[in-house]
T-cell receptor, first 114, second 110 residues
Framework: GAVVSQHPSWVICKSGTSVKIECRSL??????MFWYRQFPKQSLMLMATSNEGSKATYEQGVEKDKFLINHASLTLSTLTVTSAHPEDSSFYIC??????????FGSGTRLTVV | SQQGEEDPQALSIQEGENATMNCSYKTSINNLQWYRQNSGRGLVHLILIRSNEREKHSGRLRVTLDTSKKSSSLLITASRAADTASYFC??????????FGTGTRLQVFP
């Protein structure tokens, strides 16, 4: 079946640094990928939709300059958390839609900013 | 943005019992999906029900959909300890955006 590979699985970084999270579609092409953020014991909140070859579409309230999304190829989307702060610590998950009605999710990245 | 509410927020049951989770949503939908998430992991798609369907089964899972009430329920029969996880309903907005409900944390005790 369609697989989305996300890494790293977890990352710890210092305040003020930037962190890049990668999401790859392994056996299909994804013109669109979705990035979610999840705080502990809460639901997934859609942050942005990344579009191959064009600008990402951000949800209301999400800072586009802080969460940089790049979707340069049909199999790779990246989310960069710039100038990270402790409040950015969260679980970030990407997903794609290989076809039909189904969505496939990455395994998530737990970001801890210290 | 969040599509709607799920209840209960948390549910604890014994193995062998049935677990029922409810989901309400706000907008018109083409389909509604249920996902499972083990702690700190990605999501696994469980079942999809289309807007013209009222009930669907998959193994021990039974999903109902009432579009007049904008609600859905997920029933897990004969629960097992391995069913312990969070369960989310989700609907697609526009063409592709998947919006999740608030989730139900299910704990099944052996």
């Amino acid at each position: 079946g369609a697989v989305v590979s996300q890494h790293p699985s977890w990352v710890i970084c210092k305040s003020g640094t930037s962190v890049k999270i990668e999401c790859r579609s392994l056996d299909f092409q994804a013109t669109t990928m979705f990035w979610y953020r999840q705080f502990p014991k809460q639901s997934l909140m859609l942050m942005a939709t990344s579009n191959e070859g064009s600008k990402a579409t951000y949800e209301q309230g999400v800072e586009k300059d802080k969460f940089l999304i790049n979707h340069a190829s049909l199999t790779l989307s990246t989310l960069t958390v710039t100038s990270a702060h402790p409040e950015d610590s969260s679980f970030y998950i990407c997903s794609a839609r290989p076809g039909g009605y189904g969505y496939t999710f990455g395994s998530g990245t737990r970001l801890t900013v210290v | 943005s969040q599509q709607g509410e799920e209840d209960p927020q948390a549910l604890s049951i014994q193995e062998g019992e049935n677990a029922t989770m409810n989901c309400s949503y706000k907008t018109s939908i083409n389909n509604l999906q249920w996902y499972r998430q083990n702690s700190g992991r990605g999501l696994v798609h469980l079942i999809l029900i289309r807007s013209n369907e009222r009930e669907k089964h998959s193994g021990r899972l039974r999903v109902t959909l009432d579009t007049s009430k904008k609600s859905s329920s997920l029933l897990i029969t004969a629960s097992r300890a391995a069913d312990t996880a969070s369960y989310f309903c989700a609907t697609a907005e526009g063409t592709d955006k998947l919006i999740f409900g608030t989730g139900t944390r299910l704990q099944v005790f052996p």
